[in-house]
Each structure stands twice: as structure tokens, then as C-alpha cells.
């Protein structure tokens, strides 16, 4: 059964803070992703990795950065939150090669920035 | 430029009616279509996908590649089909802005 886990389930942080969202996944999947889910607008893609040490952006990379050290990890980074990020945070992972197959989801994490 | 539309933001039936969830998508290949489904309070998960052709759930979607569309649809709703559905053509990781289906008793 494919676990996919983020750190945190809810996270309040200042205007101007570093933030960091951890995601691990257990299923040894080659591909990771970053989306933010806002009512209204859908998920949409921040920055994905198809390979440790490797990253590629989505559509709305500004803002963030991402990590992938170690295949089973994927981090995003907000250098300096801005209240506009707040949001709920998903990760997902998936198998193989390119992008044509099943995502597997974690629980995400609300982000409140004040 | 590619891109995945669900035009209703709020579906509601009463329990038993059919439902049609609306997808359409703009992309000059040969796509890979899913719908994702979030439950309350649970994570999202995949419902089904184009190429397995299959019923989950009694939910079906059939890949109309002349009209590009990828409607969702189930022939009697049941009050726990209530959820947020999303369409998603994958090989460019787009997300449509998703439906949510409410089904009265």
C-alpha cells in the first residue's frame, strides 16, 4: 500500500519566514510533485522531480524552490512566505518513467501565513 | 495550449438520478485522461483512468477524442458519491479546477 506522507497537517507562519513542507514517500517511486490546491482554481503544479538531484518546474514556480536528496524525499521551500502562498500544499508521487501514470497523494498541509 | 476545463463548480442531485461530470480538454496528442475524487476529510485518490476502460464505483468515462472530452458519468447517484472531482490530463500534469458533486437523500 503506497504511503505518502507530508510533515505537517497544519502550519501557521510569519510574512518573511523560510518554510519548509517535507514529503516521504515509501513505495520507491522514481517521480515526485509539488501542487497547491486553491478553491476555485484547482491543483496546480509548483515543481516536480523525476530523479534524486534532479528537479523541473510547473506552472507557478515563483516563490518556491524545491530539494530532492534522497529518492524517497521531496522538499519545497518557501525562501520568504507571502501571505498569497497561504494555501493547502499536496504531494504526490508516482512510478516509472514520465508523467502517464497514477499519482499517489499525500494528506497535505494547510500553510497559513500571516 | 493544453488545458483540462470542468465547467460546473457544483453539481447536485438527489440520490438515484444519473450524473454527468463534465471534462473537456485541449491538447494536440494522444492523451492520458484520469479523474481523481476527494472524499471529506480524506486524501486524493485516483477514481479511474481512460485506458483501463473500467466501472468504479459505477462511475465510467469514455475518451471522445472528436468532441475532446472526458465526461464522468454514473447512472444512479449515491449520497456517498458526494466529493470533489478533479479531471487531469496527465502527461502534461494538468488538473481541471474540479466539481464538486453533492447528492441528496
Known amino acids: 500500500d503506497v504511503k505518502v506522507t507530508q510533515s505537517s497537517r497544519y502550519l501557521v507562519k510569519r510574512t518573511g519566514e523560510k518554510v519548509f513542507l517535507e514529503c516521504v514517500q515509501d513505495m520507491d517511486h522514481e517521480n515526485m510533485f509539488w501542487y497547491r490546491q486553491d478553491p476555485g482554481l484547482g491543483l496546480r503544479l509548483i515543481y516536480f522531480s523525476y530523479d534524486v538531484k534532479m528537479k523541473e518546474k510547473g506552472d507557478i514556480p515563483e516563490g518556491y524552490s524545491v530539494s530532492r536528496e534522497k529518492k524517497e524525499r521531496f522538499s519545497l521551500i518557501l525562501e520568504s512566505a507571502s501571505t498569497n502562498q497561504t494555501s493547502m500544499y499536496l504531494c504526490a508521487s508516482s512510478l516509472g518513467q514520465g508523467n502517464r501514470n497514477e499519482q499517489f497523494f499525500g494528506p497535505g498541509t494547510r500553510l497559513t501565513v500571516l | 495550449a493544453q488545458r483540462v476545463t470542468q465547467p460546473e463548480k457544483l453539481l447536485s442531485v438527489f440520490k438515484g438520478a444519473p450524473v454527468e461530470l463534465k471534462c473537456n480538454y485541449s491538447y494536440s496528442g494522444s492523451p492520458e485522461l484520469f479523474w481523481y475524487v476527494q472524499y471529506s476529510r480524506q486524501r486524493l485518490q485516483l477514481l479511474l483512468r481512460?485506458?483501463s476502460r473500467e466501472s468504479i464505483k459505477g462511475f465510467t468515462a469514455d475518451l471522445n477524442k472528436g468532441e475532446t472530452s472526458f465526461h464522468l458519468k454514473k447512472p444512479f447517484a449515491q449520497e456517498e458519491d458526494s466529493a470533489m472531482y478533479y479531471c487531469?490530463?496527465?502527461?502534461?500534469?494538468?488538473f481541471g479546477t474540479g466539481t464538486r458533486l453533492q447528492v441528496f437523500p
Open positions: 487531469a490530463l496527465s502527461d502534461k500534469l494538468i
Open positions: 481512460h485506458i
